[in-house]
T-cell receptor, first 110, second 113 residues
Framework: EAAVTQSPRSKVAVTGGKVTLSCHQT?????MYWYRQDTGHGLRLIHY???????EKGDIPDGYKASRPSQENFSLILELASLSQTAVYFC?????????FGPGTRLTVL | SQWGEENLQALSIQEGEDVTMNCSYK?????VQWYRQKSGKGPALIIL?????REKRSGRLRATLDTSSQSSSLSITGTLATDTAVYFCATDAPNNYAQGLTFGLGTRVSVFP
């Protein structure tokens, strides 16, 4: 079965600190995505990647970097965390039309 | 936004009732996907309908697509408490398959026994 895992599942960070969210997939999918979800909103695309060592900006990339060191791993990096980045973050991989989502990481920035 | 500016909607119904939720989108798409997100989980695809299909069924789920009005609906018949979730419609970015999905705001469905 398709599997996307995320770590950590929950994190509290301080304003101005660096945060790295990790995603690992065992699906052998080329495409991977990072979304954020805010209360009362749908998911919004931050960054995506269709091949290792390459990333692309999504709809809301400001304040975020991404890294895809291998096909299986995709990280989201907040160099200077801000209060407005408090949200739940989802990673996904894709084959065909379907995206497979991880369980999410709840990030709270204080 | 790809989607209309609807707010997150909330529906409360009793088990056994049917429910229908709607989405409208602004730009051309060839596929509309519906995802279900249960509390504390990531979204999961439940049904997909293509532009050459007006209706698609899967078990108790029924999706419709009207490309002329750029709208889609999802119906669940004979709801169960386990159908409690937020339901999202989503489309691919036009002319850019790799870019990922654009999600609507969702409909929160609460099914009570």
């Amino acid at each position: 079965e398709a599997a996307v895992t995320q770590s950590p599942r929950s994190k509290v960070a301080v304003t101005g600190g660096k945060v790295t969210l990790s995603c690992h997939q065992t699906n052998n999918h080329d495409y991977m995505y990072w979304y954020r979800q805010d209360t009362g909103h749908g998911l919004r695309l931050i960054h995506y990647s269709y091949v290792a060592d390459s990333t692309e900006k999504g709809d809301i990339p400001d304040g975020y970097k991404a890294s895809r060191p291998s096909q299986e791993n995709f990280s989201l990096i907040l160099e200077l965390a801000s209060l407005s980045q408090t949200a739940v973050y989802f990673c996904a991989s894709r084959t065909g039309n379907e995206q497979y989502f991880g369980p999410g990481t709840r990030l709270t920035v204080l | 936004s790809q989607w209309g500016e609807e707010n997150l909607q909330a529906l409360s119904i009793q088990e056994g009732e049917d429910v229908t939720m709607n989405c409208s989108y602004k730009t051309y798409t060839t596929v509309v996907q519906w995802y279900r997100q249960k509390s504390g989980k990531g979204p999961a695809l439940i049904i997909l309908i293509r532009s050459n299909e007006r209706e698609k069924r899967s078990g108790r789920l029924r999706a419709t697509l009207d490309t002329s009005s750029q709208s889609s609906s999802l119906s669940i018949t004979g709801t169960l408490a386990t159908d409690t979730a937020v339901y999202f419609c989503a489309t691919d970015a036009p002319n850019n398959y790799a870019q990922g999905l654009t999600f609507g705001l969702g409909t929160r469905v609460s099914v009570f026994p």
